[in-house]
């Protein structure tokens, strides 16, 4: 839930299926109800941010560009978190496994930085500081209401996903 909340919320990198080539009517009304998430996030962001057309098209490239490179690295780390839990809840916990689980926690945090990093200065070229900053505070607006929502649904299809950024296409 907590992904597919993430990709409903912050959203515009992954375009919604048409109803008409959903299986069933529950996917269609999914689809339609993401994509009515995707517009408002977009519209909040641009409003938000003061965002004019040309930046919100470049935002959504932005977006679409990094968010499931982020995507990828943030369900990597969720799953090397959750398999040094298990780990440590063990007995007798193997210590080299618990050493290779903590390098490539280490090693993923180093690179979401990198591409956080790589995002932001792609972002400096058409967005001032302030809006960079607008919009790393709704992102995280955005996170926290999907991690509530996934609480509240923790056996919700899409956990473990990232959700796409608002306005952009892949919101973390």
Request: no cysteine; net charge positive.
């Amino acid at each position: 839930m907590r992904l597919a909340l993430a990709a409903s919320v912050a959203l515009l990198a992954w375009p919604a299926a048409s109803a008409s080539t959903q299986p069933n009517p529950q996917k269609a009304n999914r689809a339609v109800l993401e994509q009515q998430v995707r517009e408002r996030a977009a519209t909040l962001t641009r409003e938000r941010l003061g965002l004019n057309d040309a930046q919100m098209q470049q935002l959504q490239r932005v977006n679409t560009r990094f968010g499931p490179q982020l995507s990828a690295v943030t369900t990597q780390e969720r799953t090397s978190r959750r398999q040094l839990r298990q780990e440590l809840m063990a007995a007798q916990p193997n210590q080299a496994r618990v050493s290779t689980l903590l390098d490539a926690s280490i090693r993923l945090q180093k690179q979401r930085i990198g591409l956080i990093e790589a995002e932001q200065k792609e972002l400096a070229a058409f967005l001032t500081p302030v809006q960079r900053a607008r919009y790393l505070a709704l992102q995280a607006q955005f996170r926290s209401r999907a991690d509530q929502l996934s609480r509240q649904n923790p056996g919700g299809r899409g956990r473990g996903m990232r959700r796409p950024p608002p306005g952009g296409d892949s919101v973390r």
